[in-house]
């Protein structure tokens, strides 16, 4: 068969597969490799090895990316354990159980940089009146908007509807664009919220809010076992 007849039955996918299932082929016929031209976005590559140096560069690039992005969120991970531990500490030092519920808000405001904070309990809770305190006497039962978040036993973060948020942000209500909420179990809700639409969004991680809201338990399950 001539060489013409057998390029007309090759076809550009036959010879793709042959060099994926035989990659040292170039290396035998490097006449070869020295005739391919490999086309670019910013001009031709004259030279097999320049392509493949210039790949490897692009891929490590890449990956420096990627790594720098890692270690971004590894050290914001850990500001955010030392902060859960700060307020751990906060709690434990707290000779009363309003003294604990004002270090909770105050570490949260501060430390978690939140607009406003608001603490939901429900029931009997010997606590005094306080702007970031939302006391619901009957219960649960008296807000039917949070039912079914109170279902699922699990945060979230994201936009809030307005009829959840005036509940819990009251005249601040229109100033929160993004907010987080905690269910903490019989008691209550812990809500955090703040002026930046982006500063809590779904689909986030929940570990360190899960942590906030079991610190938060622990201590109102303690304030209760005391009463």
Do not use: C
């Not at 031209?37 to 001009?43: D, K």
């Not at 907010?179 to 703040?194: C, H, Q, R, T, Y």
């Amino acid at each position: 068969m001539s060489e013409t007849a057998i390029v007309d039955t090759l076809s550009a996918g036959d010879v793709a597969a042959f060099l994926r299932h035989h990659p040292e082929f170039l290396t035998d016929y490097p006449d070869i490799a020295a005739q391919l031209t490999l086309p670019r976005e910013q001009g031709r590559v004259a030279s097999l090895a320049v392509y493949q140096l210039q790949s490897l560069r692009e891929k490590n690039a890449e990956l420096e990316k990627q790594l720098a992005g890692l270690i971004s969120i590894a050290a914001e991970n850990e500001r955010l354990m030392q902060r859960v531990h700060e307020l751990n500490l906060a709690v434990l030092r707290a000779g009363t159980p309003a003294v604990a519920a004002r270090s909770v808000v105050a570490r949260l405001a501060e430390d978690f940089q939140t607009d406003q904070v608001r603490l939901m309990l429900f029931g009997p809770i010997g606590l005094p009146p306080a702007d970031w305190l939302v006391h619901i006497p009957g219960g649960r039962s008296q807000v039917p908007e949070f039912s079914d978040f109170m279902a699922h036993h699990e945060p979230v973060a994201g936009r809030l509807s307005a009829e959840r948020l005036y509940r819990l942000f009251g005249d601040h209500a229109p100033e929160i664009r993004s907010a987080a909420m905690m269910p903490l179990g019989e008691f209550g809700i812990l809500a955090i919220g703040s002026g930046d639409a982006d500063h809590f969004q779904p689909g986030m991680g929940t570990v360190f809010l899960k942590m906030i809201a079991g610190t938060v338990t622990a201590a109102l399950r303690r304030a209760q076992e005391v009463m």
